[in-house]
Structure formats: C-alpha cells, structure tokens
C-alpha cells in the first residue's frame, strides 16, 4: 500500500499541475519519429509515400551518434520521463537498437513507448531480442518497453486499410511474437476513421480473446507529419453518436478495468492510454465534427515532437519548428524568444487537433476539461 504521506505528495503534485500551466524547463515528454522509412501503402497517412517522392531523403536521418551527442549536451533532453518512438516503421531504422538504447542509458526508468505496424515479424523480433540483451547488460533493469501495434478491423478491413494484403496476418504473428519475450509490454492500436468504426466491437472481442489490451485513437490530419492534408476524415454527427453508443454499450473501459488488467504484462502502460482514451473521450468525439479547442494546450512547453532530421516542433500536429538540433544544443532553441513565440500562439489557440500523442497531456492540466468530462463520464455511466 502506498503510504498515506506519499499520497499527500502525488496528490499535491496532481494539484499544482492543475493549477500552475508548465513552464519550458518542466519539459517531460518527447515524440520522436526515428525514421520516415515505411513498409505499409496506409490509407489515412502519406508517410509511407515519402521516400518514394524524394529518394536519397533517407540519408539525411539523424544517426544514433547524433541522437547521443544531443543528449548528452542537454540537461533538458535528460529530463525526458516518457518517450513516444514512432516513424515510419520505427523498427526500419537501421540503428533502431542503438537509438533505444542511448535513450535508455541516458533516461533510465523513463517508459519507451514504441508504435509498430507490425510487418516484419522476423526484424522486430531481432531488434527487440538485441535490445532487452543490452539493456540487462546495461544494468537498467526496471526499463519498461511497449509495442503498440496497430489493428484496424479484422482481415479484409485492416489489409484494406494499411494498403498491403497479408497485413493483418503479420501484425498477429508480430504480437504473438512480441508477447513470448520477457521485458516487452504489448498491444493493439486501433485507428478510428468512418470506414472502420464500426468493426471496433469485433476488433475489441478478438483482442480478448488473445488476451492482449487494445487501445484506440482517432486518424487525423498534420502537414509536416502525416503529410496528409488532402486526407478527409469527414464524421457526421450520426457516426460520432454510434461510435459513442459502441463504447458505452460494449462497456469498453469496464470490460478493461475486469479482464485485461489481469493479463499477464498488460498492466502499465495499457492501463495508462486506456484510462487516458476514457478520460478525453468525448473531446475527441467532439472535436471530430466541431475541430475546435476549448482548453489550454502545453505542447511546445512540456512535449515536443523531434523528426528523423533533427527538427524539433511544438507536436506532430503544429508544422511551425522550433529549431534543428544538429545546428542549435537542444535547450538552446527550447529557451528562446523563438520557441516563446510559438508558445505565444499556442497560447492564443491558433491550433487544434486531436492527436492522442499530444493533448493527453494537456488536458489533466486544465480544471474545466477535467470536471466537465467527469461530469459527463457519470451521467452516461
Ligand atoms: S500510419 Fe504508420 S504504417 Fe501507415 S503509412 Fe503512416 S507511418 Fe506507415
Ligand atoms: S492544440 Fe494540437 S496542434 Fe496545437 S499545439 Fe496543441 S497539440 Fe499541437
């Protein structure tokens, strides 16, 4: 049990986050695409088409020696208390272990959270064996690594989604590999659009019937990310009324907090986003339809997104960098008038989005979000 004094503190800590909007120096959580390199055709994200556009690109990534150079010369970078590791297929990094494991050395403890489409069942399997090995020689046991892999309906739905026939049957084998190695979390990502929403309850059957947590979160637009501004992801309010009738008649967060908690590794991280998707769910309903902002968003103060290039930008949403760590140390461009200008803006909620990367940690940072949702969390049971 958690002592009654430890409790006072986390909840005064929970408090003042409330109360007191963060400044640069708390800066806590990074997002860092590794690598833009791909092996999907997806529908709802362009990324896959970049190399594709501009050949040779690739070559301008960020290696690891570079990624280790800028944390060891930051004192803000070495605060970083969780990482998000995407891509691209982030396992096509060529010294994807190398990458993880700087961060790791240098963040011991921080949880890397690691978003996979789940192709290549043999690499990943690889690169992850390669890993957890050093890590223990490492020392740093206590590290915590999560897969995420994605799932976005059964079969002929998620092949058609991810644009690659055989794509469902090698995110299964991946996660039924990934979930016989020791020190690996995992679980299912699914991405809701209007095409597949309504394959969610079967997704959702299927993921418990392997035992294995399934998360969610909504497809979204961002220019210098997804590059998928020609992208529509047109929800009517009739979609946005079922999708929420699906999640409260399947009793989705219930089902949850009973039988997936009890699988093995899925304690942790699982429980974390999913208590964050409960919480923040009906902003993003929502902001489907309205794309409006109604609270106070930190990222560019307490998260940042860094591209395989070294640009660092306020999230994956917001296309306005901040600077480029292989021409500026890290906390050089972090506490600057320009960094403050765009802050400024954020400020003035001249951007929205719904991105799960990114406004999960704002919005426990804002009172009226808070009591609003509980509000709305107790009147639909
Ligand atoms: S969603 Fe992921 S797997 Fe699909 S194209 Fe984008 S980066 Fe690749
Ligand atoms: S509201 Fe969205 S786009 Fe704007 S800064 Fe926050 S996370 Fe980025």
Redo the contacts with the bound molecule.
Sequence with gaps: MIPFNENIRKGARVLRSVLTPPKPEDFFFLTFAVTYRCNSKCTMCNIWQKYRKDPGKDKEELSAKEIGAAFSSSELLKKVRIFLIGGGEPFLKSDFTDIILILNDINPGAPIIIASNGQNTALIEDKLSSTIQSIVKQGNRDSVLYVGVSLDGMEETHDRMRGRKGSFRNALNTIETIRTMDGIQTGFVFTFTPQNYREFPVVLQFAKDMKTPLSFQFAQTSEHYYDNMDTHFDWTREQIDEVRDILRKLRFFDVVRREFLEYRGSRGIGDWLLSYNRFFLEYVLEYQLHQK?NFH?F??THSCFLDPYGNVF?????GKSIGNIRKQKFDNLWISPHADEIRED?SQRQ???C?FC??PL?LPRNLSVITSNLKKMLRSG
């Design positions: 902002r968003c990222s560019g306020p999230c994956i949403s917001l954020i951007c929205h989005c991105s990114d406004i704002s």
